[in-house]
């Protein structure tokens, strides 16, 4: 096992960070469900209490149960390095992991990669218009407050491409009458370093001001692996009543990853897990990445029922992309790289996209109905490899949730989206029926639509190749079954559901013939492909001991057969003990968490076109990896140690980047409030 070598440096910083704030006696008050309230009032402070926040402002959907959120109270007992990581354990996603930081995620759901898949902030997308996926790594772990994830039938509602699932970030929405800071901190081997800091108070009774700063570090342990992100915020909410609220916010983030590509495929398989640059597909290419995420809005209770929220968001996001493949790295985080390549690439990619959101929540007696509007401008500004392009887009949805009776309750939706010259109408309708207090069974079926993308579309050169640039709209149509078990003291939840997607048109990515020192690739039509899934997710609570874990079989046959570009099975989960010990004073579960995956061809990653590329090597072979975790609640600290990799397997899931050896990763997280 490799030891953790803290430097000086980072000793240095936690030590005057604890001593600058070992004087406040800390106290958190927890206040609702959508927002961290850190208020303690006495005395003459009632005379200044802070104005009623209106809830769940960023959310898009106020009335998900707890199948479609990860709460805050979750989070804290979760293991994490980035976003990613809180998404791993929910149901229908397999993550193609390149085993160090900083490298796009291979997030798929239910099969589907992430052009399918929506990533938004408050309830505005994130994806690039030029590939249409996003990172996941840029998106600060820190800012969450809860997760909504939405899958299925009912996904396509909420953005532009989300068929295959809508995922949104609703961030912290902070209270504190006094000064408040949270910090995170964690260690692992090769150089990880994450360290977070976010400092809250009210200004005055009705304006807060958050600030927070995040930075990461990893020098890997491959050459030409390393990553070094920094991730400023700053969140201003004014409460001018109980009825209206103003909210600002702005995501800045800093990044520079090297790009090794893995190993190389014409490396011995013995020498394959060596640490060594001759073995590396590209000892010189990285990115560097500066994005801004900005947004302006406000939140109303215009109607006689608090619960009826209008809320109309402005935003303002900007992503330069730099890539560069150069022979000037002769040196490397100390490393010398002899796999000079004689390949000279400079590549920029600047997008932006900017519009306006309106969205209204309709509760009464037996409805919940959700509408929305939105336009916005997409558009690629400048481009190394493609002209200019300026698309806007033009978005209605309106949901209806129903419940007939206290057994059954259904669900309708459309929305309409114009963009790229053409106008889509997709639409949908779900229902359930709770035959017994704890037996519900569900099922759906919609029509909806994926748009093609600035690079399936634009992107003409010798690594990304389109046959056309006149691609249609893809079309999905979903059918769902399913049976859901659950009690109602929530210690047991158990669901399972039967997926059938049939896509027409669809837009597929191949590999062309040029592998150097990237696999190439190019978009191609397909007349169909077909998705055929089981997804099932347990939650077993028995006393102290907490049983949870999800599992999925996919299928999947295009127009040349039967493809294995994800696994046809994967799963993870844990068996811990769970219970307050020592007086109620610490809350500690521990346990061993395990995943698996079977044997599957699976997806070679380009860093150069941003895209995950059907790979021409040997399967990725059948395997499964355990981990030790523990997370422990203590005062205002939480604390976590996990002990990855217990067994020491040399392992892959993405062909071919080595996943880390048996290694010991510790952090905590700890909030001060006075």
Do not use: C
Request: charged share 20%; net charge negative; hydrophobic share 35%.
């Amino acid at each position: 096992m490799r030891e953790i070598h803290i430097t000086r440096l980072r000793l240095l910083a936690l030590f005057f960070f604890f001593l600058s704030f070992e004087h406040l006696d800390a106290q958190v008050v927890p206040s609702d469900t959508s927002s961290t309230d850190t208020t303690r009032l006495t005395g003459a402070d009632t005379l200044r209490r802070p104005i009623t926040a209106i809830t769940l402002v960023g959310s898009v959907g106020r009335t998900f149960t707890t199948a479609n959120v990860i709460a805050d109270s979750s989070i804290n007992f979760m293991d994490y390095r980035y976003a990613g990581d809180l998404l791993e354990m929910t149901p229908g996603v397999f993550v193609r992991d390149l085993g160090t930081p900083g490298q796009l995620h291979g997030l798929t759901i239910q099969g589907l990669d992430a052009r399918s898949i929506t990533f938004m902030n408050d309830g505005v997308s994130l994806n690039d218009p030029l590939t249409g996926v996003y990172n996941l790594y840029l998106y600060p772990s820190e800012n969450i407050d809860r997760i909504e994830f939405i899958r299925g039938t009912e996904a396509f509602l909420y953005g532009l491409n989300s068929t295959g699932g809508a995922i949104n970030f609703v961030s912290r929405s902070m209270k504190a009458f006094h000064p408040f800071t949270r910090i995170r901190y964690s260690e692992s081997v090769y150089g990880f370093g994450f360290f977070d800091g976010m400092f809250s108070q009210n200004i005055t009774r009705a304006l807060n001001v958050t600030a927070s700063l995040q930075h990461v570090t990893n020098d890997g342990e491959f050459p030409n692996s390393d990553d070094d992100s920094w991730n400023a915020r700053l969140k201003l909410r004014y409460n001018l009543n109980k009825k209206l609220n103003f909210f600002a916010s702005e995501i800045f983030n800093r990044t520079q990853v090297g790009l090794s590509g893995g190993v190389d495929t014409t490396v011995p398989i013995g020498e394959q897990y060596v640490p060594l640059p001759e073995n590396m597909k590209n000892t010189e290419s990285y990115e560097k990445i500066t994005r801004h995420d900005l947004q302006l809005g406000a939140s109303g209770a215009f109607f006689p029922d608090s619960d009826w929220i209008t809320t109309l968001t402005l935003y303002h996001t900007t992503n330069l992309r730099e890539y560069r493949d150069e022979e000037n790295r002769v040196y490397s985080n100390g490393i010398y790289l002899q796999h000079l390549n004689g390949i000279f690439v400079q590549q920029d990619h600047w997008s932006q996209q900017y519009g306006a959101k309106l969205t209204q929540h309709v509760e009464a007696e037996a409805q919940d109905v959700d509408l929305g509007a939105e336009i916005q401008s997409r558009g690629l500004i400048a481009s190394s490899v493609m002209p200019q392009h300026l698309e806007a887009l033009k978005s209605l949805y309106a949901k209806d949730r129903v419940r007939i009776s206290n057994i059954f309750a259904m669900t309708a939706g459309a929305r309409f989206d114009g963009y790229l010259g053409s106008s889509r109408l997709s639409y949908g309708a779900d229902g359930s029926l709770a035959s017994e207090s704890w037996i519900t069974f569900f099922g759906g079926y919609s029509l909806s639509h994926r748009f093609p993308t600035f690079q399936e579309l634009y992107w003409h050169d010798t690594i990304v190749n389109s046959p056309q640039s006149t691609f249609s709209p893809e079309r999905h149509h979903l059918a769902e079954a399913g049976v859901r078990f659950s009690n109602t003291d929530g210690t047991t939840y158990v669901e399972m559901t039967y997926s059938h997607r049939i896509i027409n048109d669809a837009i597929e990515i191949l590999p062309t013939y040029v592998d150097y020192p990237f696999p190439t690739l190019q978009f191609v039509r397909m007349n169909r492909e077909t998705f055929n899934g089981i997804t099932g997710s347990a939650h077993i609570r028995f006393g102290e001991f907490l049983a949870e874990g999800s599992a999925q079989y996919v299928e999947v046959t295009d127009d040349y057969g039967t493809q294995s570009f994800v696994p046809k099975w994967s799963g993870i989960g844990g068996i811990y003990f769970w219970d307050k010990v020592f007086k109620n004073h610490l809350d500690i579960k521990v346990g061993v968490r395990g995943r698996f995956l079977y044997a599957y061809r699976g997806m070679e990653y380009n860093p150069q076109a941003w895209m995950y590329v059907p790979s021409a090597q040997p399967d990725v072979k059948t395997s499964g990896v355990s981990d030790f975790v523990l997370d422990a609640h203590l005062g205002d600290a939480y604390i976590h140690i996990i002990w990855q990799n217990l067994l020491d397997l040399q392992y892959v899931t993405t062909p071919f980047y080595p996943m880390v050896e048996r290694s010991l990763r510790f952090g905590l997280s700890w909030e001060f409030a006075d």
